[in-house]
């Protein structure tokens, strides 16, 4: 199976602060598998940024994806108050499908 | 407008058996690979299990540490996917989500909570 290390694991960051996530692979990945979610407090996550760059439908120009290989990045450039959530990458690129341990982030 | 219903969840003894129902609509079900995925309480996401669509045999997969114990099924007439989950134990405890895609999920139910207690 593929494991995704990510870090930090928690993030607190303040209003109009650029925040960056890591996302390493224990294998290399194409681009097109790597995604990012986002999960609000109490609710289901939803997906934020697929094919390591490319945003989803209603997402916001502040988030951003990069990435290849092995490593991937996912990125806010000015975190705003509704950005506090846990975000996850996950890899499609072979079964069994997998998640990142998640990221935190926090507002100050 | 795409939906995802899930339905099912609830208190269940250890060793028990339950099985999970999520009804679709919106977007044509025969077309899409679904899964299910669960998250135990405060913890991360774990994908738990993919069925593809009739183009590739409706092919099955599982997560290693519920593999033997899980069944995915999905009947298209009704736009619905189904997860029998067997011998159910305390670390099953979780919501289970229901989604929609081949590599990627795109769209999310609410989830159901699955509780396995004595």
Request: aromatic residues 12%.
């Amino acid at each position: 199976a593929i494991v995704l290390n990510q870090s930090p694991s928690s993030i607190v960051a303040s209003q109009g602060e650029k925040v960056t996530i890591t996302c390493r692979a224990s294998s290399s990945i194409s681009s097109n598998y790597l995604h990012w979610y986002q999960q609000k407090p109490g609710a289901f996550p939803k997906l934020v940024i697929y094919s390591t760059s490319y945003r989803a439908s209603g997402i916001p120009s502040r988030f951003s994806g990069s990435g290849s290989g092995t490593s991937y990045s996912f990125t806010i450039s000015r975190v705003e108050a509704e950005d506090v959530a846990t975000y996850y990458c996950q890899q499609g690129s072979s079964n069994p499908l997998t998640f990142g341990s998640g990221t935190k982030l926090e507002i100050k | 407008e795409v939906q995802i219903l899930e339905t099912g969840g609830g208190l269940v003894k250890p060793g028990g058996s339950l099985r999970l129902s999520c009804a679709t609509s919106g977007f044509n079900f025969n077309d899409y690979f679904m899964n299910w995925v669960r998250q135990a309480p405060g913890k991360g996401l774990e994908w738990v299990a993919q069925i593809r669509n009739k183009n590739y045999n409706y092919a099955t997969y599982y997560a290693e540490s519920l593999e033997g114990r899980v069944t995915i099924s999905r009947d298209d007439s009704k736009s619905s996917v189904y997860l029998q989950v067997s011998s159910l134990r305390a670390e099953d405890t979780a919501i289970y989500y229901c989604t929609r895609g081949r590599g990627r999920f795109d769209y999310w139910g609410q989830g159901v909570m699955v509780t396995v207690s004595s």
